[in-house]
């Protein structure tokens, strides 16, 4: 059974930093897509990052220069480092891994950021 399990969300003043962590157990992330998404109210969820099996990362432009993705195999989990936070910023987010036809996501954890 696969479990993802998000953490490191929390309130935060604009500027701030945060970093977020996927935990899996079930699923090994270094043979498969892991991103991370968000999903503020009433909007559509979006991808923020993802890094692929070979360690290549993408990000959507809002997070360019501000967020960097990152994993540890030893540990199977993948991190957001999020710096220079927004208000704009302000959502859940959810890890998500794609395995071939399957797709797992996390419980989601909320990210606050104040102004």
């Known amino acids: 059974q696969v479990q993802l399990v998000e953490s490191g969300g929390g309130l935060v003043q604009t500027g701030g930093s945060l970093r977020l962590s996927c935990a899996a157990s079930?699923?090994?992330?270094?043979?498969?897509?892991v991103g991370w998404y968000r999903q503020a109210p009433g909007k559509q969820r979006e991808l923020v990052a993802n890094?692929?099996?070979?360690?290549?990362?993408n990000y959507a432009d809002s997070a360019k220069g501000r967020f960097t993705i990152s994993r540890d195999n030893a540990r199977n989990t993948v991190y957001l480092q999020m710096n220079s936070l927004k208000p704009e910023d302000t959502a859940i987010y959810y890890c998500?891994?794609?395995?071939?036809?399957?797709?797992?996501w996390g419980q989601g954890t909320q990210v606050t950021v104040s102004s």
């Open positions: 998500n891994v794609a395995a071939g036809r399957y797709d797992y």
């Open positions: 079930g699923i090994i992330f270094s043979i498969n897509n």
């Open positions: 890094i692929i099996r070979r360690g290549s990362t």
